[in-house]
């Protein structure tokens, strides 16, 4: 199991943010500084902006800035914007048929996706901000 690409650089951009401090950056220098394609950098930012996490403002001192301070946004929060929730089995989706009374394995999958949410609610990104530098 692991996260998709797209995730891990939605990461990288908002960890990148994070460092900035209150500072701005326009998608080129994110995607120059992350290492994420210049598509995927846009598109990202998108889906950041949409969920709450980004902001933008256009213009000459325009550019992409966190919505929050970096110690509001969790892990979780941006991996879940991007995968949806975080589980590790299909049965544990909203919606979705699972026979949870006899199903041996629901509990055990259920808990095991509690502790990881949990983990990752942990990570703000003014922890993350540094990682990897």
Not at 71 to 99: D, F
Not at 107 to 114: D, M
């Amino acid at each position: 199991m692991y996260i998709t690409l797209e995730t891990d650089y939605a990461v990288r951009i908002v960890a990148y943010l994070s460092g900035l401090g209150e500072g701005r950056a326009d998608s080129r220098s994110i995607s120059g500084k992350t290492g994420v394609p210049p598509r995927f950098t846009v598109k990202i930012l998108r889906k950041l902006s949409a969920g709450g996490v980004v902001n933008s403002c256009k213009g000459p001192r325009g550019g992409y800035f966190l919505a929050r301070p970096a110690n509001e946004i969790t892990l979780l929060e941006v991996v879940e914007l991007i995968e949806g929730a975080c589980v590790l089995s299909r049965c544990e989706q909203e919606g979705y048929e699972c026979r949870q009374g006899s199903c041996r394995f629901y509990n055990v999958y259920a808990e095991i996706s509690r502790g990881l949410r949990e983990s990752m609610g942990r990570y703000t990104f003014d922890q993350l901000s540094g990682v990897g530098k």
